[in-house]
């Protein structure tokens, strides 16, 4: 965001620490399970109602493609071929995904806003259908993180 | 049916010539503490404090809806549809004091959220003889950056504003609230939020005039909440510190809403600043 500065905040610092753990969404073995959590949350669902995007998620090397259509994600593409197509991206280091899914995310990392705005999250390609569409991204944010504080759910 | 000791009023007053008729509500009896709310938000913000008994019993608690937000509409003698909205700071300061002087407040103390703790600085700069003491929630010297096409596009509904205004919130803060907050923001019609923001994120900037606050005449407040990255505790504090004698409050476990997402914790950082004012300045 042009004239908004990052803050020096404690997550910065903490991304530099963090004890490295599993980024479960990125994992092909829980793929169908994520997509069932997902597909099967009311909120998400109402959200959703009217979205049909794919949405790329990067956390350094490690990619998926989320496939949205009416409102239901049809699939997950884990590391995708460079070629598969995508509406809008986002992007963070896995460190910063590791905090950001924290169950209790230090400050700034609570928000994909926030974490883009004042930290080291990125998003680009279709931007529109991304604000479009941000309570039902925002509510699939969510449910990862649900997801990666399950028991288990740390490596 | 239990009622709240909230009541509501309609009133008119006359702002650089033009006749508004204004939507506020009140509560308590003491020292006058005249609320502010945020951007695209309005006064049903303050609910909470307004039914807080321990404040009540010592404040008169005014939450005003500024025109285009909540139940105050636009004038009637402007063809306001043939206008882009824009909240200008002139505008804001002078309806504030005028809506002071017209409900008869004897220089009130001013609390006030985001853009609201943005007008808490230029009060004390501009007004600091009609009001007693400022406190500013999420206030900055200057926050650019943040009047975003997307907060008012054709395309993109007020449901993005729901999402984004209820992130704005920290995470540990009652759910049921957080909500609150996003349901709030999704109602205000569609220029407004943005049209606030340009006063909250482009013409509010008091960076090389903060050093002539006069903290004897006006006592300065400022506090925030610790998940707010809208005007991070970072840019709070550094404020706080250009200001002589003003005081400076992380809230620790709060963001950008704090009196409506959790007023609970709120309410432990602003009643002893409350308690304060009304032993020193009330």
Known sequence: ???VKPSTVPGRLLAEVVSMMK?????PNGVENVQERINSDPEFRIAAKYMSQDILIAADDQQCIFKVRDGVITKIMVNPSPMEPWDFFIKAPEKSWELFLRLLPPPFFHSLFGATIREDFRFGGNVEAMFTHYWATQR???ILRQFQNEPGGKS | MRLESITGKYGYITVHGVKYRVYFEESGEGVPLLCQHTAGGDGRQWRHLM??????SKYRVVAVDLPYHGRSLPPESVEWWTEEYKLTKRFFMDFLVEFSHALGLD???FIGCSMGGHMALDLALECPDEFRAVI????????PGLDIIWFNHPRISGEFRFANLFESTAPSSPEKYRREVGWVYSQSAPPVFRGDLHYYSVEHNVTDQLHQI??????VYLLCGE?????????????????????YTEMKGLGHFPVIENYELCKTYLMPILEEISKIHG
């Open chain 1, 1 to 3: 965001m042009p004239g």
């Open chain 1, 23 to 27: 980024i479960r969404f990125l994992d």
């Open chain 1, 140 to 142: 699939m944010l969510t």
């Open chain 2, 51 to 56: 039914n807080d008994e321990e404040v009540t």
């Open chain 2, 107 to 109: 220089r009130p103390v």
């Open chain 2, 136 to 143: 500013g929630l999420e206030s900055a010297e200057f926050t």
């Open chain 2, 214 to 219: 006069d903290t004897s005449r006006i006592a």
């Open chain 2, 227 to 247: 998940y707010d990255f809208a005007s991070t505790p970072e840019m709070c504090q550094q404020t706080a510190s250009k200001i002589k004698g003003a005081k």
